[in-house]
Every structure is written in C-alpha cells, then in structure tokens.
C-alpha cells in the first residue's frame, strides 16, 4: 500500500469520529459519578 | 457481566487492528481506483452497521409503543445514537473517497447521497427530541418518529437500483460484484465494526441507566426537601 493522503485521512476521520464520541461518553460518565458523590453528601 | 466486559473489549480490539490490517495491507489493490478503494473497508461496513443500529432502534421502538417496556426505550435511544455515530462515518469517508474518484466531493440530487444525508438528519432529530424534550409522551413521540425513520433504510440502501445514480451498485442484493478476497476483508471489518458497535451500546446502555437512577434520586431528594435546590 503506498501512501495516499485520501485513504488516510478517511480512516483518520473515521477513528476521530469515534474517539471523539466515546470521550462524550467518559465525560458523560465522570458527570454521573460526581453527582452520585453530592447525593449521598446530601443523604448522609 | 462486569468481567465479561474487559475481555469482549481486549478481542474486539484485537479483531478492529486484524480487520484494519486486512484493510489496509492484506486486501487487494484495485485495479483502477488503486488505494484510495481501500476506504470501502470502512465506509460500507459502517453504513451496514448504521442500518442494523437502526433496525433494532426499530423493533426496540416498536416494542416500546406495544408494551411500554423502559428497557427496549433505552435500547431504541442507544442503537440510534450509536447509528448516528457509524452514519456520520459513512457521509464522511464517502466525499472523502469521491474526491479522488469522481473529482467531486458530493455529487447534488444524487438519490443514494441524499437519502443516506436525510436518513441521517431524521435520527440526529430523533436524538435531539430525546434530549431537549422533558414531555412524559417523548420517549413514545420518539419511537413513532423512529418507526418512520426505519422505513427510509430500505429506501436508502435500493435507491440505486429505482434511480439513476454516481454510486455503485450494492455489493450485496445487488448488481455488483466483488472479488471474494474484497469480500473476506469486508466482512471482517463489518463483523469487528458490529463487535465494537456493541460494546458501545452496552457501555451507553448502563450509562442511561444509571443516569435514569440518578434522576429518580434528584426527583426523590428534591420530594424530601422541597426547599433546597439539589442541582
């Protein structure tokens, strides 16, 4: 395979979309668990 | 489940870097588009992933109407999320390839472009009634529009057969053909594409969940203590 600056940037983009989503996930998740803390703050 | 979970995830990675070797090194070079053909081991099978998502988004929905099953909700709303995420892949690695083949990015009023562009903007609104919506009746609003939505997949994927298109034929159901060592490497792409697409389906299914919990517990608090504000 040599280098192709169209091959590579469409599986460039394809990861990046990915990653960029599953770090929406992790920041999502993270939230969560912060409120989670402050809840049984809260309760106890 | 919990263990099972590290495991599924160190194969899946394992099989998405066998699938992106076969891509990239082990799969024929094409004889007349070279190369760049190689980004059809990632744009096809991300569009197949993105139509499964969807289907099950589907049968979730329909289940969801008929039985009002909390759990098949949380899948329709994950499978579409996760659908829109492969979709998006699609309609950005497809301009990508067509520069180089067709000299153009996007060919306008081409039936399969615009459809597969349609498809995608119906669940991105599906996401955002799910998100911005506070109604009691959203998650049932949300699976009528997903229903409709569902019906645009098989338009989408037998456009090119009713109309005339700049995009090729199916390679499956269709009149294409495809070397079988093509194929091989497509499916192994698809199959490790459906593995991960799993995996983040599952790790946004517990995540929806425990914000669910954590909603409930706010709405909980918020009834024992009506005068303290807990967000």
Not at chain 2, 151 to 167: D, K
Not at chain 2, 194 to 222: G, I, K, N, P, T
């Amino acid at each position: 395979m040599r280098g192709n600056p169209y091959l590579f940037a469409a599986y460039a983009a394809a990861w990046i979309i990915h990653i960029v989503y599953l770090s929406t996930i992790v920041s999502r998740y993270s939230r969560l668990k912060r409120e989670i803390e402050e809840l049984k703050k809260i309760r106890s | 489940m919990k263990k099972a979970f590290p495991i599924l995830g160190a194969l899946t990675a394992i099989l998405l870097g066998y699938a992106l070797y076969e891509a990239l090194v082990a799969a024929p070079t094409e004889q007349t588009m070279g190369d760049v053909q190689r980004i059809f081991y990632y744009h096809v099978p991300s569009a197949w992933t993105a139509f499964t998502l969807f289907l099950i988004n589907f049968v979730a929905s329909i289940l969801y109407l008929v039985r009002r099953n909390p759990a098949a909700d949380i899948i329709a709303l994950v499978s579409a999320e996760v659908g829109v995420v492969f979709c998006t892949v699609v309609l950005v690695t497809g301009p990508i390839w067509a520069r180089p083949v067709w000299g153009i990015w996007w060919a306008p009023g081409d039936i399969r472009l615009t459809s597969t562009l349609v498809l995608w903007l119906i669940y991105v609104s599906y996401l955002i009634l799910r998100r911005f919506s506070s109604s009691g009746q959203t998650p049932t609003l949300a699976a009528a529009l997903a229903v409709l939505g569902a019906l645009c997949v098989p338009f989408v994927y037998f456009s090119i057969w009713f109309f005339r298109t700049q995009h090729p034929q199916p390679v499956m159901g269709g009149g294409g053909s495809i070397d079988p060592r093509m194929l091989h490497v497509l499916l192994i792409n698809w199959l490790a594409f459906l593995c991960f697409a799993f995996l983040v389906c599952w790790s946004r299914y517990r995540l929806e969940e425990l914000q669910r919990d954590v909603d409930h517990a706010h709405a909980m608090q918020s009834l024992m203590d009506p005068r303290g504000s807990v967000r």
